[in-house]
Nanobody, 115 residues
């Protein structure tokens, strides 16, 4: 059974940093690309980072490029999202997902950027 569990969210001031983690189980983690999405209140869920199965390739939308860094540790079946220079508009629930098209999502972790 596929299981994805996010952690690391919280309240942070503008300009601050957070590191999210997503622990995966129930599948061959190293065989799959992984993604992070976010959903702000009243908005659609949007992709914020993607990483290839080996971790050699990452992609980000312009809204977070240069501020967010996605990485993975295949030995620990975990992906990370390092978020720097956070802005109030980064406030959202952040989800990890197996790939870009699967039905497998984590439960989400709340990130609030506010002074």
């Amino acid at each position: 059974q596929v299981h994805l569990v996010e952690s690391g969210g919280g309240l942070v001031q503008p300009g601050g940093s957070l590191r999210l983690s997503c622990a995966a189980s129930g599948f061959t983690f190293s065989s799959y690309a992984m993604t992070w999405y976010r959903q702000a209140p009243g908005k659609e869920r949007e992709l914020v980072a993607a990483i290839s199965s080996a971790g050699s390739t990452t992609n980000y939308p312009d809204s977070v490029k240069g501020r967010f860094t996605m990485s993975r540790d295949n030995a620990k079946n975990t992906v990370y999202l390092q978020m720097e220079s956070l802005k109030p508009e980064d406030t959202a629930v952040y989800y990890c997902r197996r790939g870009c098209y699967s039905i497998y999502w984590g439960q989400g972790t709340q990130v609030t950027v506010s002074s």
